[in-house]
T-cell receptor
Framework: AQKVTQAQTEISVVEKEDVTLDCVYE???????LFWYKQPPSGELVFLIR??????QNEISGRYSWNFQKSTSSFNFTITASQVVDSAVYFC??????????FGKGTRLHILP | DSGVTQTPKHLITATGQRVTLRCSPR?????VYWYQQSLDQGLQFLIQ???????AKGNILERFSAQQFPDLHSELNLSSLELGDSALYFC?????????????FGQGTRLTVV
């Protein structure tokens, strides 16, 4: 069975600090996709990144970076120099061969001014 | 604005009733996905349609059904509603068939069953 674990339920950091959100996944599929989504207080879901299982290159987009490590089944998300606008719930998700998308429980991130 | 439109934004109904949630995907997108977000269950994938056909099925109850019409809009029908069906229901759309695509989400329909 596929599973996504976001062990950090809630994190608070002071603005400008770096913060890493952890995501550990389980799947027996060799081909799969991993995602991160952001849900700000307004409630909508915003796509952040998709990574397929064959692409282990880390990615950086502005202050956001993602570290995909198949050896540890992890797909962690780091925000550098955090800002108050980064406060949101962040979801990690997995889609495998059966095309069912499994979400983690989410990590609520508070950026304190 | 993601380009995905969901109506209504809010819905309050009684147990046992039936409701229909509507979703218009982004222009050009052929896939529509439905998700349920509740405090108990978190965010759950319900079902995906691609160009009118059911493509993938998640944790969708038998009391729930969906369809995608020729104009690509989709409806999620929830019947025999229970208190536990109260949730935020999201629709998302993407261009192609695979669930590995980037999906764009609507604002959601908040359903309250009383």
């Amino acid at each position: 069975a596929q599973k996504v674990t976001q062990a950090q339920t809630e994190i608070s950091v002071v603005e400008k600090e770096d913060v890493t959100l952890d995501c550990v996944y389980e799947t027996r599929d060799t081909t799969y996709y991993l995602f991160w989504y952001k849900q700000p207080p307004s409630g909508e879901l915003v796509f952040l990144i998709r990574r397929n299982s064959f692409d282990e290159q880390n990615e950086i987009s502005g202050r956001y970076s993602w570290n995909f490590q198949k050896s540890t089944s992890s797909f962690n998300f780091t925000i550098t120099a955090s800002q108050v606008v980064d406060s949101a719930v962040y979801f990690c998700a997995l889609s495998g061969r059966d095309d069912k998308i499994i979400f983690g429980k989410g990590t609520r991130l508070h950026i304190l001014p | 604005d993601s380009g995905v439109t969901q109506t209504p934004k809010h819905l309050i109904t009684a147990t046992g009733q039936r409701v229909t949630l509507r979703c218009s995907p982004r222009s050009g997108d052929l896939s529509v996905y439905w998700y349920q977000q509740s405090l108990d269950q978190g965010l759950q994938f319900l079902i995906q349609y691609y160009n009118g056909e059911e493509r993938a099925k998640g944790n969708i109850l038998e009391r729930f059904s969906a369809q995608q019409f020729p104009d690509l809009h989709s409806e999620l029908n929830l019947s025999s509603l229970e208190l536990g069906d109260s949730a935020l229901y999201f629709c998302a759309s993407s261009l192609s068939e695979g669930t590995g695509d980037e999906a764009f989400f609507g604002q959601g329909t908040r359903l309250t069953v009383v």
